[in-house]
T-cell receptor, first 114, second 117 residues
Framework: KQEVTQIPAALSVPEGENLVLNCSFT??????LQWFRQDPGKGLTSLLLIQSSQREQTSGRLNASLDKSSGRSTLYIAASQPGDSATYLC?????????????FGTGTRLQVTL | NAGVTQTPKFRVLKTGQSMTLLCAQDMNHEYMYWYRQDPGMGLRLIHY???????AKGEVPDGYNVSRLKKQNFLLGLESAAPSQTSVYFC????????????????FGPGTRLTVL
């Protein structure tokens, strides 16, 4: 059974700092790895999706990497801004037939201070 | 495009009552999912559907039933609510389940906060 872990649970950084969020998973037969953002009281917004055949994906100031052999993914945020404050969730997609069933981590709560 | 919408946004039930949560998507997505989110446990998949008229169990299906009578709607039912079902429920959809970034990305609704007393 896939297990996804995110450490740390919370992180506070000053504005402008570059930062890395970590995600680890136990089953290397992962189909894809997705990163989401969740604002308080809101739903999840997809940030990046990396297919198992890929090593990284980039969108603006965000870069996500995937290393299946070590069971790790990272989300790099460049030049952090107060608007980046949110909870970031990673989820591993299982290779279980047609549906990409996601297993979620518990998230890293990020606060970017002025 | 409204994307994925959920009704109601909030609900309080008494133990033993029943209710149905409605999820609707206007993106013509084939796949739809129901998750629950609990503190310290992350999101867990309850049920999912790979197309109109089909449903399948996820990780935590007990106590819930689902129906997908129309492609754009996915209903989650609680027949006899229990306090353990107090949670935030999220619906999501994707174009298909696997194949490419554009088809696999899941889009989430805003959630339904359910309290069972």
């Amino acid at each position: 059974k896939q297990e996804v872990t995110q450490i740390p649970a919370a992180l506070s950084v000053p504005e402008g700092e570059n930062l890395v969020l970590n995600c680890s998973f136990t089953d290397s037969a992962i189909y894809n790895l997705q990163w989401f953002r969740q604002d308080p009281g809101k739903g999840l917004t997809s940030l990046l999706l990396i297919q198992s055949s890929q090593r990284e994906q980039t969108s603006g100031r965000l870069n996500a990497s995937l290393d299946k052999s070590s069971g790790r993914s990272t989300l790099y945020i460049a030049a952090s801004q107060p608007g980046d404050s949110a909870t970031y969730l990673c989820a591993g997609g299982g290779n279980t037939g047609t549906a990409s069933k996601l297993t979620f981590g518990t998230g890293t709560r990020l606060q970017v201070t002025l | 495009n409204a994307g994925v919408t959920q009704t109601p946004k909030f609900r309080v039930l008494k133990t033993g009552q029943s209710m149905t949560l409605l999820c609707a998507q206007d993106m013509n997505h084939e796949y739809m999912y129901w998750y629950r989110q609990d503190p310290g446990m992350g999101l867990r998949l309850i049920h999912y559907s790979v197309g109109e008229g089909t449903t399948a169990k996820g990780e935590v299906p007990d106590g819930y039933n689902v129906s997908r009578l129309k492609k754009q709607n996915f209903l989650l039912g609680l027949e006899s609510a229990a306090p353990s079902q107090t949670s935030v429920y999220f619906c999501a959809s994707s174009q298909r389940g696997r194949g490419s970034i554009s088809t696999d990305t899941q889009y989430f609704g805003p959630g339904t906060r359910l309290t069972v007393l």
